[in-house]
């Protein structure tokens, strides 16, 4: 990544301290006047700290700044895609499960993605209602789902790679990320597309080869003399890739039928808006919001004419030539804020706020049928509703800081707030096609047994205080208690310090202890996936059915994070820091999957689920605790710049992530799956190198990734469980580039490539891909499976 500033940075790169800080109208403007020119190292920060005015080359933790134009320069349109090009700490699959492929997910730090918290300008954000059990480090995670927030309204990205439970509340264990929106009252843009994939060499049917076309404008505008109203909006859209291999299990009229491994198609639309007004004596007003909706469709495996079940069709003249079912979505995303700040005691702060927001999916197929309602009535719809899920947050916010003269160089920064939160998670059975006895073919409606909406409420409060009692010298000190009414209470807290031995070099260090209560999705989502051998069923972990398959009550999740770390900035033009961290997490909830026999068939009976005609073997899933794990990791970043004159001048960064983590202790009843997807399925290291060249209005960015080896262990393809089978992706250099130019009316317009020699992942071994030989490259692949995508856009300012 390359926090330095790129050749359009934002004009007023901290007027956002006006809204999120604490602050009053003439502290902000103070800011913003003794402000850099453009987001940096140096840029003031509003994440990981509550202190006025701190810069990010001052921070006691890791810090990662990401602007808006750096987002725009990886030729991604999508929030996870962009980031994953450039936060070395930030790795996204390369391509999710069944519905898991439209409601994506990634990971911070090497830690599960329900275990990074997501702030929009400072406030929690909302997660997804659908929550993925496909397989993998992102399996059994309800994240936030980042693709929902325009890419067009955001100012910059702020991930601090730290425990910050104490400082924010629960999820904050792998680190937080802060999304920071648009607030100019004049500035705007207006921005242009299109991309798609190379080729694929698995299947000659591209489906479209992901074309991806995406409109975004945003444009700010003044409220009176002082406040402002920035809006953004953006469409996008996007068509399958299939990198599907030949049907191995009989001859087809067209062995290459099968489409079900590649990227959902889908439609994507999106506003998003930011306001603040100051309403004179210091009283300040501010909003913001996003709405977004996205209908997605994913395909799913074929299911061939010669299978005796589907003889009845084939008798009637129906799916003579086998079908493949296709996973459908509708859904509607939304959250808003709105919030009072003022100031009391002369230098005192306040913040009132609530936040309200929630995710609604409708599931559906097409392209199925219900082959015991076909055999009872003779007739069956070729498309059903599923369901739906639905999660819904509520925050109400109040935080006060002040400094406190104790008669130091500098006062006593304290802070204190309480926060309630309200969640709701509800889920509504499918309709009669999807559920009569066996339901659809590839899902299975939810049932009333999976129905219900179920509410939980959760309080906090936190003190906060930042002592410099010597020159140089930083002491941070953080204690949050909360209280679930489903599962008790917690205290967390966290130290910090920071030695500043001169300007040039620093030593930092935190040691924090975290809590993560398990969320309403974990608790009571459900499904059943038919695939045309095997049926799983998810069955909710608190259930009296998943009690029978030897599921007991989930546990919160405990952790302790330790960090210690360098900085250095040895001269004006060079900037250098290194962190190691410790991640440990007990009770860590996974999912635990492929459970059969006697115990598994009482606990599907009892969910009252039936047998498709010809499922050979039903297998139960659950979420549990169980694993207890250690993460150890290094973070580094540095950054330099060569003037070359007349020439121009060059931009370097380098920045790293390396990680492992181990079991330190585990149930023995999990899959060796299980535990490779903890310990294996994120790579080992990721180092992002950038040169960014500027000349004039000529602007080029080469951005070199290495990923370190990956792998996961993999059933049996005809058997679903052992023996188990290794799959390897290994280490790898992708190349990105993107060449622009800038002309003197404010378009610019650039060409590029991700993943330039259309470098692809290792195949995965035969007996995995079996027995329809479908997915012959490894889903995790931290760098897709799709190869070269290549892009051009223009844009304009506004």
């Known amino acids: 990544m390359n926090p330095t500033p790129t050749r359009r940075a934002s004009r007023s790169p901290i007027a956002l301290a006006s809204l999120l800080v604490l602050g009053t109208a003439a502290q902000a403007q103070a800011l913003l006047a003794a402000a850099p020119a453009a987001v940096s190292l140096d840029s003031v920060i509003v994440t990981g700290t509550r202190s006025l005015g701190t810069k990010a080359s001052e921070s006691v933790s890791p810090i990662s700044i990401v602007s808006a134009d750096d987002l725009l320069q990886t030729g991604q349109r999508n929030v996870i ?96 990320i802060n999304i920071i929106l648009k607030s100019s009252p004049t500035e705007g843009s207006l921005d242009l597309s299109q991309g798609q994939f190379h080729g694929s060499d698995i299947n000659p049917h591209g489906l479209g080869n992901g074309r991806t076309r995406t409109l975004a404008v945003s444009k700010g505008f003044r409220l009176d003399s002082r406040g402002f109203l920035d809006l953004s909006a953006e469409v996008r859209d996007k068509l399958h890739t299939n990198q599907t291999g030949p049907e191995l299990r009989t001859t087809t009229i067209d062995p290459y039928a099968s489409r079900i491994i590649g990227d959902a198609a889908y439609n994507l639309g999106a506003l998003a808006f930011n306001a603040g007004k100051p309403l004179g004596d210091g009283l300040e007003a501010y909003a913001f919001g996003t709405f977004s909706t996205r209908s997605a469709d994913s395909y799913q495996n074929q299911r061939l004419p010669n299978k005796p079940a589907f003889a ?93 003269d104790l008669g130091l160089a500098r006062p006593l920064d304290l802070a204190a707030g309480a926060e309630f939160r309200q969640e709701r998670y509800g889920i509504k059975a499918g309709d009669f096609t999807s559920t009569y006895k066996g339901g659809t073919q590839a899902f299975v409606g939810l049932t009333d047994y999976d129905a219900g909406t179920h509410d939980r409420s959760v309080f906090g409060a936190y003190v906060d205080a930042t002592l410099r009692p010597a020159q140089g010298l930083q002491l941070g000190a953080a204690l949050r208690s909360e209280h679930y009414n489903d599962f008790g209470s917690a205290t967390t807290g966290k130290l910090s310090a920071r030695w500043d031995a001169d300007a040039a070099w620093a030593l930092r260090g935190t040691i924090s202890s975290g809590y993560r209560a398990p969320n309403l999705a974990e608790q009571y989502f459900s499904s059943t996936l038919v695939t045309p051998t095997f049926t799983y069923v998810q069955l ?87 694993i207890d794990t250690t993460s150890r990791g290094l973070d580094l970043a540095a950054q330099t710049r060569s003037d070359l004159g007349t020439l121009g001048f060059v931009k370097w960064s380098l920045a790293g992530n390396f990680q492992k983590l181990r079991i330190d202790q585990a149930d023995p009843s999990f899959s060796q799956g299980v535990r490779s997807a903890l ?35 993999a059933p049996d393809g005809l058997t679903g469980g052992a023996p188990w089978h290794q799959e390897v992706v290994k280490p790898a250099f992708i190349l990105d580039l993107e060449a622009g130019y800038e002309l003197s009316n404010g378009l610019r317009l650039a060409i590029g490539a991700n993943n330039l020699t259309n470098k692809r992942p290792e195949r995965v071994p035969l007996a995995t891909a079996l027995p329809n030989g479908a997915q012959l490259l490894p889903a995790f692949s931290p760098y897709g499976i799709n190869g070269a995508f290549y892009y051009a856009s223009a844009s304009w300012r506004l």
């Open 81 to 176: 895609d962009a980031l994953a090009r450039l936060e070395p700490s930030f790795v996204a699959r390369a391509l999710g499960g069944d519905y898991a492929n439209i409601v994506r997910s990634a990971t911070l730090r090497g830690q599960g993605p329900n275990q990074t918290l997501v702030l929009v300008n400072g406030k929690r954000r909302h997660t997804t209602a659908f929550i993925a059990t496909s397989g993998g480090l992102t399996s059994g995670a309800a994240a936030v789902d980042l693709d929902q927030i325009p890419v067009s309204a955001i100012e910059r990205i702020e991930v601090l790679r730290d425990g910050a439970a104490a400082q924010y509340g629960s999820d904050a264990i792998a680190g937080v």
């Open 540 to 626: 909710q972990a608190n259930s009296a059915a998943a009690k029978l398959a030897g599921a007991q009550a989930l546990k919160p999740e405990k952790s302790d994070n330790l960090s210690f770390g360098l900085v250095a900035n040895p001269s004006k033009d060079w900037q250098f820091t290194a962190d190691a961290y410790q991640i440990r997490i007990k009770n860590r909830i996974v999912l635990k999957t492929g459970i059969s026999g006697s115990p598994a068939a009482q606990a599907i009976a009892a969910a009252g689920i039936v047998a498709q005609p010809g499922t050979s073997a039903f297998y139960a899933n659950y979420f549990a605790n169980g």
């Open 679 to 713: 310990t294996d399925s994120t790579p080992k290291h990721k180092l992002v190198a950038t040169a960014d060249y500027s000349l004039d209005g000529f602007n080029s960015t080469l951005r070199v990734t290495h990923y370190g080896q990956t792998s996961l262990w």
């Open 312 to 404: 009845p069709l084939v008798a009637a003249g129906i799916y003579t030539q086998g079908f493949e079912p296709r996973e459908i979505t509708a859904e509607q995303n939304r959250a808003a804020s709105a919030g009072l700040r003022g100031s009391f005691a002369s230098d005192g702060r306040w913040d009132a706020s609530v936040t309200t927001g929630g995710d609604r999916i409708d599931l559906g197929i097409d392209n199925t049928v219900n082959v015991d309602l076909f055999k009872d009535t003779g007739k069956s719809p070729y498309s059903a509703s599923i369901g739906q899920f639905s999660n819904r947050q509520t925050t109400a916010n109040v935080d006060f800081s002040k400094p406190v």
